[in-house]
């Protein structure tokens, strides 16, 4: 790259989004980490930096407006706004619906789609402005089928799906790129104790791999859309 860009990547102490921000930082990127608490964020930050990398560790409540604010005028004052976002944060109830408790759907409702409203709210006049800037969401094949047991988790990812949608229409004349990312089951902490055969799923440094060819990819093309599945199975 012949100028750093500043990518924000939610949920980035671990998973998904740890991978993504490292494979950022090689690229060039500054990478902005963040989670709700800060060790594993901080353990992400020394990684890269020990790698050569540029990248700076936020703690922030993703379903706190106010919170998000400020993290983006830290980001700013310090590097500048932020070009890419990726909106990666997410937790998961996998439980029959008639199992699952209010407080695990509101949970699941605030963190997989409210947070990537805010997130997108916070950053989104900058990159009008600037009619350029890319937003990718992370959706998973469950925003598009369903599955037993994932009620919940099915409803948040049909929704940010949704959202996606909606958002590319209304931004494309400006030049801002919105992506959909759907992976299918990817080994990470989502699944908690859940009893799954984690040998057939992805390894989140496959999904981080096209995350970033997306971020890399020729401005003058947008790729809507993006399902990427384990080779030779169904999840």
Not at 31 to 49: K, N, S, W
Not at 66 to 84: F, H, N, S, Y
Not at 154 to 167: I, N
Request: charged share 20%; hydrophobic share 45%.
């Amino acid at each position: 790259m012949s100028e750093s860009k500043i990518a924000w990547i939610t949920g980035s102490g671990r998973g998904i989004g740890r991978a993504t921000a490292g494979a950022l930082a090689e690229k060039g990127f500054k990478v902005v980490l963040c989670a709700r608490t800060g060790p594993e964020v901080e353990d992400a930050v020394r990684e890269i930096e020990a790698n050569g990398g540029q990248a700076l560790g936020l703690t922030c409540d993703l379903t706190d407006s106010a919170q998000i604010e400020a993290l983006v005028r830290t980001v700013r004052g310090k590097w500048g706004p932020v070009e890419v976002l990726v909106n990666n944060a997410g937790i998961g109830a996998f439980k029959k619906i008639v199992e699952t408790s209010e407080r695990e759907w509101d949970l699941m409702m605030a963190v997989n789609l409210k947070a990537a409203f805010l997130c997108t709210r916070a950053v989104l006049p900058a990159m009008i402005r600037a009619r350029s800037g890319h937003i990718i969401n992370i959706v998973s094949v469950a925003g598009r089928q369903p599955y037993p047991a994932c009620g919940g988790y099915c409803a948040s990812k049909y929704g940010l799906l949704g959202f996606t949608e909606v958002l590319r229409l209304e931004t494309r004349k400006y030049g801002v790129h919105v992506t959909a990312y759907l992976p299918g089951a990817t080994d990470t902490a989502i699944w908690g104790e859940a009893d799954v055969d984690r040998s057939r799923m992805m390894k989140p440094e496959k999904v981080a791999q096209g995350i970033t060819a997306l971020c890399c990819g020729p401005p003058a093309v947008m790729v809507e859309e993006v399902v990427m599945r384990p080779a030779g199975g169904d999840l």
